[in-house]
């Protein structure tokens, strides 16, 4: 029996694509909270990044890049982490996520590990390229490649299971 899986591309004008990115920013500021019990664990679990990803892919650009911009700007009002110094970055990475994962998405139709991992090495390639740019540090700009792969492994196997749940919704 195949599974009915049910992708969305919610426009701007419609309610639902606030109550649904309001949820999504919710779980990115709980996310990290739990993560950074573990010393860290928000370099090594990359969790401001995981309900973007689910948000953007489920539901489209509009509730992607919602998701994307204000939960690391509501993470540092409210828990000063990210720190200001790093916000940019993350941003960038989190809009080229977004992006990339309604891309995939839209290309695949359905959940895809591939669609996902796709999305992931976007953000992370992409991302890697224009935090060194702005860092002038290539060893800071490969961090979460050598800090955070558990982050990118929760993300991919993560991510595919919580959309996998998620397809009949």
Same mark, same amino acid.
């Given at each position: 029996?195949?599974?009915?899986?049910?992708?969305?591309?919610?426009?701007?004008?419609?309610?639902?694509? @606030?109550?649904?990115?309001?949820?999504?920013?919710?779980?990115?500021?709980?996310?990290?909270?739990? *993560?950074?019990?573990?010393?860290?664990?928000?370099?090594?679990?990359?969790?401001?990044?995981? /309900?973007?990803?689910?948000?953007? @892919?489920? @539901?489209? !650009?509009?509730? =992607?890049?919602?998701?994307?911009?204000?939960?690391?700007?509501?993470?540092?009002?409210?828990?000063?982490?990210?720190?200001? +110094?790093?916000?940019?970055?993350?941003? #960038?990475?989190?809009? #080229?996520? *977004? %992006?990339?994962?309604?891309? +995939?998405? $839209? $290309?695949?139709? $359905?959940?895809?590990?591939?669609?996902?991992?796709?999305?992931?090495?976007? @953000?992370?390639?992409?991302?890697?390229?224009?935090?060194?740019?702005?860092?002038?540090? /290539? /060893?800071?700009? !490969?961090?979460?490649?050598? %800090?955070?792969?558990?982050?990118?492994? #929760?993300?991919?196997?993560? =991510?595919?299971?919580?959309?996998?749940?998620?397809? $009949?919704?």
């Amino acid at each position: 029996m195949a599974t009915i899986t049910k992708l969305y591309s919610l426009s701007l004008n419609n309610t639902k694509t @606030y109550l649904i990115a309001t949820v999504f920013i919710a779980c990115n500021l709980l996310l990290p909270q739990l *993560a950074h019990l573990v010393p860290q664990g928000g370099f090594i679990f990359l969790p401001i990044y995981f /309900f973007t990803l689910i948000a953007a @892919y489920k @539901y489209g !650009i509009h509730v =992607g890049l919602l998701t994307a911009v204000l939960s690391p700007i509501a993470n540092n009002l409210l828990f000063s982490m990210p720190p200001s +110094a790093v916000l940019p970055a993350i941003i #960038i990475k989190s809009v #080229i996520l *977004a %992006i990339a994962a309604a891309v +995939a998405a $839209k $290309k695949f139709g $359905k959940v895809s590990i591939i669609g996902i991992l796709m999305a992931i090495l976007a @953000y992370q390639v992409i991302g890697t390229g224009i935090e060194w740019a702005m860092t002038q540090s /290539f /060893f800071v700009a !490969i961090q979460d490649f050598r %800090i955070g792969f558990p982050g990118m492994l #929760i993300q991919l196997f993560g =991510g595919y299971l919580v959309l996998k749940a998620l397809a $009949k919704v």
